[in-house]
């Protein structure tokens, strides 16, 4: 922690405190039974978490990222779903911070930072997700609004939030398709419904939900940054931050399970020895804390390049994809170490093998990161 200033400390050991006394006790049981942690969600509102990253003169701690980044890796060791719960917020955040209009910026920042306004990022549609640029939904200009129709699907906050950074295509013809894009702070209101709550594998406790648009109407002065053409600019800068938050998220849960083994190995005893004692077991240990601390590393230099507004697209890419690889092999791994324990809902490991997953899926899937990778390696070493 040497590179945090005073508050910066005071901020994580606040947090560090709140998950062992609020979240730790009761993660397990909400996780099971799928169920919104509303009151987790209010004490986050108090202690100002909603606004980590927004700036102090909108009301926000004005975190660095680097900061914000080890918030979520302490969270996502207890308990990953919470980690979405802010992050997708915080992702609209920072697209309206960076590319909203002043009067945007301080209009909806102030609301986003105590969390009365809450919400997330929405991208995805039924048909697509990778291929961003071929989204469907649709915005008309009519006089002072804009009429929206269509479909987003995977949403998270979806239903418990009100508030959305809607990617949408104003020109379906456009060339390059980028240029036909803008992308709106969307408030649910009458023609933006919810059609469902999607069920899933793990990630549980947050909502993941279909989002419809039927001739929603929205004001103009919401297309976010006043021009549009500019959709696709806005996705990006908000998935710099998400790139480096899953990034996090993976050490956290990369770390929990290491942690579990650790503490399962000492106390478990197969033919008169404890199981760390056994050197397939030892192995397996040494090579998950490996992976963690070489996770942390590339995610602290990922973030410390957003810290300083640095194109951090191949540390970010770095680093996704090492700790969510990270994540899924230290919790299939700690799962094996417990044997048939680490099958049972009784132990955390099983959530963080069905939590991990997702982490190689969202933000950009880990061939797409591959691929950014190995572009910005051909562009720095040109021949
Ligand atoms: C629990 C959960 C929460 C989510 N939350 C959100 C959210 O809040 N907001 C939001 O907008 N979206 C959200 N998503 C959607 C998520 O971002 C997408 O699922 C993701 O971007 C992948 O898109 P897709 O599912 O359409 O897969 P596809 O794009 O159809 O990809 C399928 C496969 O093909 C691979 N692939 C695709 N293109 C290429 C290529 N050019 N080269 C190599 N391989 C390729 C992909 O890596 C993947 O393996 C969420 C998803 C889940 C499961």
Same mark, same amino acid.
């Given at each position: 922690?040497?590179?945090?200033?005073?508050?910066?400390?005071? $901020? @994580?050991?606040?947090?560090?405190?709140? =998950?062992?006394?609020?979240?730790?006790? $009761?993660?397990?049981?909400?996780?099971?039974?799928? *169920?919104?942690?509303?009151?987790?969600?209010?004490?986050? +509102?108090?202690?100002?978490?909603?606004?980590?990253?927004?700036?102090?003169?909108?009301?926000?701690? &004005?975190?660095?990222?680097?900061?914000?980044?080890?918030?979520?890796?302490?969270?996502?060791?207890?308990?990953?779903?919470?980690?979405?719960?802010?992050?997708?917020?915080?992702?609209?955040?920072?697209?309206? %911070?960076?590319?909203?209009?002043?009067?945007?910026? *301080?209009?909806?920042?102030?609301?986003?930072?105590?969390?009365?306004?809450?919400? &997330? =990022?929405?991208?995805?549609?039924?048909?697509?997700?990778?291929?961003?640029?071929?989204?469907?939904?649709?915005?008309?200009?009519?006089?002072?609004?804009?009429?929206?129709?269509?479909?987003?699907?995977?949403?998270?906050?979806?239903?418990?939030?009100?508030?959305?950074? !809607?990617?949408?295509?104003?020109? =379906?013809?456009?060339?390059?398709?980028?240029?036909?894009?803008?992308?709106?702070?969307?408030?649910?209101?009458?023609?933006?419904?919810?059609?469902?709550?999607?069920? +899933?594998?793990?990630?549980?406790?947050? %909502?993941?939900?279909?989002?419809?648009?039927?001739?929603?109407?929205?004001?103009?002065?919401? !297309?976010?940054?006043?021009?549009?053409?500019?959709?696709?600019?806005?996705?990006?800068?908000?998935?710099? @931050?998400?790139?480096?938050?899953?990034?996090?998220?993976?050490?956290?849960?990369?770390?929990?399970?290491?942690?579990?083994?650790?503490?399962?190995?000492?106390?478990? +005893?197969?033919?008169?020895?404890?199981?760390?004692?056994?050197?397939?077991?030892? !192995?397996?240990?040494?090579?998950?804390?490996?992976?963690?601390?070489?996770?942390?590393? =590339?995610?602290?230099?990922?973030?410390?390049?957003? %810290?300083?507004?640095?194109?951090? %697209?191949?540390?970010?890419?770095?680093?996704?994809?090492?700790?969510?690889?990270?994540?899924?092999?230290?919790?299939?791994?700690?799962?094996?170490?417990?044997?048939?324990?680490?099958?049972?809902?009784?132990?955390?490991?099983?959530?963080?093998?069905?939590?991990?997953?997702?982490?190689?899926?969202?933000?950009?899937?880990?061939?797409?990161?591959?691929?950014?990778?190995? +572009?910005?390696?051909?562009?720095?070493?040109?021949?």
């Amino acid at each position: 922690m040497s590179d945090l200033d005073e508050q910066e400390k005071l $901020v @994580l050991d606040a947090v560090a405190r709140f =998950l062992e006394r609020h979240v730790r006790p $009761v993660a397990s049981k909400l996780e099971h039974d799928d *169920a919104y942690p509303h009151e987790i969600v209010a004490r986050m +509102k108090e202690m100002g978490l909603f606004g980590a990253i927004i700036p102090q003169e909108f009301g926000g701690l &004005g975190l660095r990222p680097s900061t914000y980044a080890r918030i979520i890796e302490l969270i996502s060791e207890e308990w990953m779903s919470v980690s979405g719960i802010l992050n997708s917020h915080l992702i609209m955040a920072r697209i309206v %911070d960076k590319m909203g209009t002043p009067a945007q910026r *301080a209009r909806f920042l102030p609301q986003f930072a105590t969390g009365e306004l809450r919400g &997330g =990022l929405a991208l995805t549609e039924p048909d697509c997700g990778t291929d961003l640029q071929a989204i469907r939904t649709m915005a008309r200009r009519d006089g002072d609004y804009y009429i929206i129709n269509g479909t987003k699907t995977w949403i998270s906050n979806g239903i418990e939030g009100s508030c959305f950074a !809607l990617l949408v295509k104003t020109d =379906l013809t456009a060339t390059p398709r980028h240029h036909g894009m803008a992308m709106f702070i969307a408030e649910k209101g009458p023609g933006f419904t919810v059609s469902r709550k999607l069920e +899933k594998l793990g990630y549980k406790g947050i %909502d993941s939900a279909e989002l419809v648009f039927t001739d929603y109407r929205i004001p103009a002065d919401r !297309l976010i940054g006043g021009v549009e053409g500019k959709g696709l600019a806005c996705a990006i800068a908000g998935l710099e @931050l998400g790139r480096v938050n899953v990034a996090a998220r993976g050490v956290g849960v990369a770390k929990r399970a290491l942690d579990e083994a650790v503490r399962y190995s000492q106390q478990r +005893k197969t033919f008169g020895k404890f199981i760390h004692e056994h050197q397939a077991i030892a !192995l397996k240990l040494a090579d998950m804390a490996v992976r963690v601390e070489a996770a942390r590393l =590339l995610t602290e230099k990922a973030a410390h390049a957003l %810290d300083r507004s640095d194109r951090s %697209d191949y540390e970010a890419g770095m680093a996704k994809l090492f700790a969510t690889e990270a994540a899924v092999e230290n919790s299939l791994e700690a799962m094996r170490i417990h044997g048939g324990y680490g099958y049972s809902k009784e132990f955390v490991v099983e959530r963080l093998y069905r939590d991990a997953p997702l982490l190689v899926i969202g933000e950009g899937s880990n061939e797409i990161q591959r691929l950014v990778i190995a +572009k910005r390696l051909i562009e720095k070493n040109p021949i």
